[in-house]
């Protein structure tokens, strides 16, 4: 296997399940990657995923706290969330996505997650928030923990739902992750995630454009998860298709680098870091424009069982 050069850069490599969990936080919790993702996919904010679009204009930090709109409503339509609901959040990254669960519906979120300084950004966030006080019960906890080795056994039946957004891409073994995910659920619990994919029949070879940017094995496809869910133990399976917004998020990235470059170079990102990214994102919109090779929206499912 050819070993990448530098830190982030996974040029001609696509990884094993053993390798892929420490790959996952060099690409994330190398600091010039913290400040290039806050830019670049945060849009300022502490979202690190793709963004949907009500309007043309709409800004990469817009377009991603639509993504947590969607993501959030399609979870409490598919069992409601209350004040007694405990959610996990699987691979929570910053913790923005936790912190507006926890605002909104007023439950206690549980976030996995394998970088340690995006956990204690987390947390600190939670606390400013108002969402973690002192001397009372938190209502965002935060673990660190590679789900790849499994989840703990003490949390069998634990949750009422679980998210997940831009994650089970880095997933070592999707089936098995799966399998734990229906284990750590109550009966009749909801499970909702977004996910970047190939689309259904895209050629792996064109998708490299991705794989040599981001720490994953092969990329999923939209009939794979709805089987994979299926097979472990989910039902009442169904997709929203928001592909079509995928270009223009790509393109929003590819404007957030040629806006903040300066202010990115200041803070320690290497420029040539930067050029690669450019190159990667500028094809990335070409692509999928032309041929539509990725695939993205949110998934929903339960496990048999009442919704309260």
Request: charged share 25%; aromatic share 10%.
């Amino acid at each position: 296997m050819t070993t990448a050069a530098v830190k982030g850069d996974f040029k001609d490599t696509q990884f094993s399940q053993v390798e892929v969990a420490d790959k996952v936080v060099e690409q994330y919790d190398d600091e010039q990657a913290r400040v290039f993702y806050k830019y670049v996919m945060g849009g300022g904010g502490l979202d690190i995923h793709y963004g949907a679009y009500c309007k043309s204009t709409d800004t990469v930090y817009e377009s991603s706290k639509e993504t947590n709109d969607r993501l959030l409503s399609v979870l409490n339509w598919t069992r409601p969330i209350t004040s007694d609901s405990l959610v996990l959040d699987v691979g929570s990254g910053h913790g923005g996505l936790s912190h507006e669960c926890a605002l909104r519906f007023g439950c206690q979120v549980h976030g996995i997650n394998i970088s340690p300084q995006q956990n204690k950004m987390n947390l600190d966030e939670a606390k400013k928030l108002g969402l973690n006080v002192d001397g009372e019960s938190p209502k965002v906890l935060c673990d660190l923990l590679n789900f790849n080795n499994g989840l703990p056994t003490e949390w069998t039946g634990k949750f009422t739902h679980i998210l997940s957004c831009e994650v089970l891409c880095h997933a070592a073994n999707k089936p098995e992750l799966l399998k734990e995910l229906t284990r750590v659920l109550k009966p009749g619990g909801a499970f909702c995630f977004t996910d970047i994919m190939g689309s259904d029949g895209a050629d792996e070879k064109v998708l490299k454009d991705f794989t040599d940017r981001n720490a994953t094995t092969k990329m999923a496809r939209p009939s794979e998860y709805s089987a994979l869910l299926k097979e472990a133990g989910f039902q009442q399976i169904s997709f929203n298709d928001f592909s079509p917004h995928l270009v223009h998020y790509f393109q929003g990235m590819v404007d957030q680098i040629e806006k903040h470059r300066g202010d990115m170079l200041s803070e320690g990102v290497d420029s040539a870091y930067l050029d690669k990214w450019m190159t990667s994102l500028t094809s990335r919109v070409d692509i999928q424009k032309n041929h539509e090779v990725f695939a993205w929206g949110i998934f929903s499912c339960r496990l048999k069982g009442p919704i309260f």
